[in-house]
Antibody, heavy 123, light 110 residues
Framework: QVQLMQSGAELKKPGASVKVPCKAS????????INWVRQAPGQGLVWVGW????????HYAQKFEGRVSMTTDTSRSTAYMELRTLTSDDTAVYFC????????????????WGNGTTVTVSS | QTVVTQEPSFSVSPGGTVTLTCGLS?????????PSWYQQTPGQTPRTLIY???TLSSGVPDRFSGSILGNKAALTITGAQADDESDYYC??????????FGGGTKLTVL
């Protein structure tokens, strides 16, 4: 079945970087996009950015521009989100979600979600 | 900067009907923004409820429905149940690979 598998947790020091993987299975990886969404403790969901595994195109939320990079390894059906220069404000659960565009680009929504990776930034 | 607005909280009685809305800080929400709705209980992964304004995601009960009401997207729950008590998020697609989440509505069923 369609799944997005994420690792459980990462502990990082302020100023460090984190690279979060998201392994897809059960579908053709390059036919769907991947969104990254984060949720700080007690807060709402925030869109971080999008990558198209077919051609590597990306779009990042303005808030993270310059500090985030999204990549894919199509041979491993895995998407990655790297966030640099971490601060305590980056402590959050990071979800990946599959983007279904629809046959005629008429959907553009997130239909399958990973379980999330908890990133804790602390000295 | 685009801001998607949602009611911070709402309350509904068991069996009652509630409509949550999703607006834009500037402009109207139309079907061309492909509004989608997600349900999340604390500590859980979001669950997709509605996409493309009014299409029910697989496995979602039909007491959930989506629409455009005036200049906003809307999620209506008809016959609310106790386990509908959750946070609800609206998401709009702004084009060119850019999505925006609303701040979420905390729904209480009591």
């Amino acid at each position: 079945q369609v799944q997005l598998m994420q690792s459980g947790a990462e502990l990082k020091k302020p100023g460090a970087s984190v690279k979060v993987p998201c392994k897809a299975s059960g579908y053709r990886f390059t036919s769907y996009g991947i969104n990254w969404v984060r949720q700080a403790p007690g807060q709402g969901l925030v869109w971080v950015g999008w990558i198209n595994p077919y051609n590597g195109n990306t779009h990042y939320a303005q808030k993270f521009e310059g500090r985030v990079s999204m990549t894919t390894d199509t041979s491993r059906s895995t998407a990655y989100m790297e966030l640099r220069t971490l601060t305590s404000d980056d402590t959050a659960v990071y979800f990946c979600a599959r983007v279904d565009y629809g046959d005629y680009d008429d959907y553009n929504y997130m239909d399958v979600w990973g379980n999330g990776t908890t990133v804790t930034v602390s000295s | 900067q685009t801001v998607v607005t949602q009611e911070p909280s709402f309350s509904v009685s068991p069996g009652g009907t509630v409509t949550l809305t999703c607006g834009l800080s500037s402009g109207s929400v139309s079907t061309s923004r492909f509004p989608s709705w997600y349900q999340q209980t604390p500590g859980q992964t979001p669950r997709t409820l509605i996409y493309s304004t009014n299409t029910l995601s697989s496995g979602v009960p039909d007491r959930f429905s989506g629409s455009i009401l005036g200049n906003k997207a809307a999620l209506t729950i008809t016959g609310a149940q106790a386990d509908d008590e959750s946070d609800y998020y609206c998401v709009l697609y702004m084009g060119s690979g850019l999505w925006v989440f609303g701040g979420g509505t905390k729904l209480t069923v009591l």
